[in-house]
């Protein structure tokens, strides 16, 4: 008489044979955007300026429901517990646009601009940056240096994720700094 051979765990210990099969994983699987050409360069370019320094980036939907990889990317990004509607600037780099493409579904994203120039050292206490995406100098405002948070502790590197990221990379033969967008992608910057 021949098995049945079933879809699930199988365990007699009364009779004379045992088997084990591998659960089914029929979760929702993490969308490998690469595999499929759906990252942000396979997109043609909608914007007929050249592309600005900076974004403007803020959560309208927090990632409830939403699997496990979505959550780890806005906590990554926004911090442990994101607030939607409050603003945050990002780097328009090759790594940062990836990470903002996966979480496209729950951002608005808006290029910075500079009407009034670029602002230097000097001006920071007098940097205002508007909902639409205008960075403007005013030099009416009093911003005390104090209340600006430049450096946020929590979203740097510790030294052994850097290391484990530098090695990573090192092992795959990928670039290891992306400065600025307008670096052509095969270059890579070497002591």
């Known amino acids: 008489m021949a098995k049945v051979i079933r879809?699930?765990?199988?365990?007699r210990p009364h009779n004379r044979w045992h088997r084990y099969l591998p659960l089914r994983k029929d979760g929702i699987k993490e969308y490998n955007y690469e595999e499929h050409d759906a990252t942000p360069s396979a997109f043609p370019d909608p914007m007929p300026e050249p592309p600005s320094k900076l974004?403007?980036?803020w959560l309208y939907k927090k990632p409830t429901g939403d699997p496990k990889w979505i959550k780890k990317t806005v906590n990554l990004l926004f911090g442990e517990n994101p607030v939607p509607g409050e603003m945050h600037v990002f780097k328009n780099t090759h790594s940062?646009?990836?990470?903002?493409?996966?979480?496209?579904?729950?951002?608005e994203l808006k290029p910075i601009t500079f009407p009034n120039g670029e602002p230097t050292e000097a001006d920071i206490d007098h940097v205002s940056i508007l909902p639409d995406g205008r960075c403007t100098i005013d030099h009416n405002l009093n911003i005390t240096t104090d209340s600006i948070?430049?450096?946020d502790e929590s979203k740097q590197f510790t030294s052994g994720q850097l290391s484990r990221k530098l090695q990573y990379r090192y092992a795959h033969f990928k670039d290891v700094y992306e400065d600025t967008v307008y670096n052509p992608k095969n270059i890579s910057i070497v002591d």
């Not at 940062?96 to 951002?107: A, C, D, G, Q, Y």
């Open 7 to 11: 879809n699930r765990y199988v365990y």
């Open 96 to 107: 940062v646009n990836n990470e903002l493409w996966r979480i496209k579904h729950l951002i």
């Open 55 to 57: 974004w403007l980036a």
């Open 149 to 151: 948070k430049i450096l």
